[in-house]
């Protein structure tokens, strides 16, 4: 069986044949040689001396799985125009129209990555080819690849909207544009590595949408709602949001801070770097560059009076100290840390040797989050033990058996009781004792739920939880 990915596909060949034979035969023409014509098939099919009689000349099948036929017959449409764009832009690469093609290349392709949802486009220069994948739904998917030449215009015309220096590849550059798609403006992160073949370029679609939700719309049981909304109310504490990266912690972040932003609180945020700008927030940006680091910021923060604080990341011991000295003279500090649930974030801030009487001081409530993969609800099956589903393919969710994600966490309470176990330096295993007995619900619970209701499956919740 072959790997349709590892080819550079000539989508302009499909346009000889009728679309509809291509999807009922599972075809798909792949390059033209000089005595023959390659094709991807994946059945047994009978239309060789019509193929023969499109293309002139002779055919050379490989069999392929039927789902990655699927998948690449789905949006041939855009395949083909995207194909036609790079195959213009290298034809023009030293005339004055050369820009032109690589603009409208760049800018179909971010009109097909909003209408999918795509959080991240990655550009990826190989030794004889480039690469184009999506993030969809936290999973990379190949959509492209072409004759790596192509990189370069790519790499140029990326840099030129983010006021990089074009021609410097032997450093990592950051930078960031807006652009019209669509009578939409976008906003859009850059982020460029060398490579040993080049380089690798990242663009992050900053989706407004999801900054503007409240903590109601992004997900949350009933039980994690009512202890959100409660700990948002206090005065003074500090707040965590945990999870490893692309576990929706901004978003969930973000979802506070819209709650919190009212015209007699004064919030200040401090990001690395800010990607959402809020209205009536003061955000500050972290620049190394001129050494408006974490530890400057946040040393002079509390002289500006902050009712409320939000801190990205929570890094070492310095970072920590001013969140819980901030906490302790009157403020809502909600930060994020690198941790994988509620009781190791307790370990971890002992980790940073913090003193256990402080954090049983200020600290509030821990959310631990994930986001799992929801099962396509037109196409999941049965698993043939009788016990939950599993994805299948259709059109719908673009034949990975998988559509939207789902949020599933778990929130601590640090309630009186858990509070006087940290003070007096019990194991977290004491904390864990007590906590069985309350209301709390596991991460692991509320995962192996969603399992059991149907929503997603056993190999989604091993991989994220």
């Given at each position: ?16 044949i009728d679309r509809d034979l291509l999807i009922d035969q599972k075809l798909l023409p792949l390059q033209s040689h000089d005595f023959y014509i390659l094709i991807a098939s994946a ?154 073949y080049g380089e690798s370029i990242v663009l992050r679609i900053l989706d407004n949408g999801n900054i503007q939700k409240n903590i109601e719309d ?248």
């Amino acid at each position: 069986m072959n790997d349709l990915l590892e080819y550079n596909i000539d989508y302009s060949l499909s346009e000889k044949i009728d679309r509809d034979l291509l999807i009922d035969q599972k075809l798909l023409p792949l390059q033209s040689h000089d005595f023959y014509i390659l094709i991807a098939s994946a059945q047994q099919n009978c239309l060789n001396d019509f193929l023969v009689e499109a293309f002139k000349k002779p055919i050379k099948y490989i069999t392929v799985n039927e789902l990655e036929i699927n998948r690449e017959l789905q949006y041939l449409d855009v395949k083909i125009k995207l194909y036609k764009l790079a195959y213009n832009a290298l034809q023009y690469m030293d005339s004055n129209d050369e820009n032109s093609h690589i603009i409208n290349f760049i800018d179909g392709l971010l009109l097909f990555s909003m209408e999918k949802n795509v959080s991240d486009i990655h550009f990826e220069s190989l030794s004889e080819s480039v690469v184009i994948r999506l993030r969809i739904d936290g999973e990379l998917n190949q959509i492209f690849r072409f004759d790596g030449k192509l990189f370069t215009l790519i790499s140029s015309i990326i840099k030129y909207f983010g006021n990089l220096d074009i021609s410097q590849r032997r450093i990592p550059l950051n930078g960031r544009f807006s652009k019209n798609i669509d009578g939409n403006i976008y906003d859009l992160r850059i982020s460029t590595m060398p490579t040993i073949y080049g380089e690798s370029i990242v663009l992050r679609i900053l989706d407004n949408g999801n900054i503007q939700k409240n903590i109601e719309d992004i997900g949350f049981d009933e039980y994690t709602l009512k202890i959100v909304r409660k700990t948002l109310c206090l005065n003074q504490g500090l707040v965590l949001v945990t999870g490893p990266t692309g576990s929706g912690k901004t978003t969930s972040l973000y979802s506070m801070i819209n709650s919190l932003n009212t015209k007699n609180k004064k919030i200040i945020t401090i990001e690395d770097p800010v990607e959402y700008k809020l209205n009536g927030v003061m955000q500050v940006n972290i620049n190394d560059e001129i050494n408006l680091n974490y530890e400057l910021v946040l040393k002079n923060i509390l002289r500006q009076d902050p009712d409320i604080l939000l801190i990205g990341e929570i890094r070492d011991l310095e970072a920590l100290k001013i969140a819980i000295q901030a906490s302790l003279t009157g403020h809502l500090v909600i930060a994020t840390l690198h941790t994988n649930n509620a009781l190791e974030t307790i370990t971890r801030l002992l980790d940073l040797q913090a003193e256990p009487y402080l954090i049983a001081s200020t600290l509030k409530m821990v959310l631990s989050q994930r986001l799992l993969k929801l099962l396509c609800p037109k196409c999941k099956v049965k698993n043939v033990n009788g016990k939950g589903f599993l994805p299948n393919g259709c059109k719908e969710c673009d034949f990975v058996g998988y559509k939207n994600r789902q949020i599933v966490s778990e929130v601590l309470e640090i309630d009186q009781k858990i509070s006087s176990l940290i003070g007096a330096s019990k194991s977290i295993d004491e904390i864990q004792e007590y906590i069985t007995s309350t209301e709390f619900r596991s991460l692991h619970k509320n995962g192996i739920d969603l399992v059991n209701n149907g929503l997603t499956t056993l190999e989604e919740y091993y991989s994220k939880v």
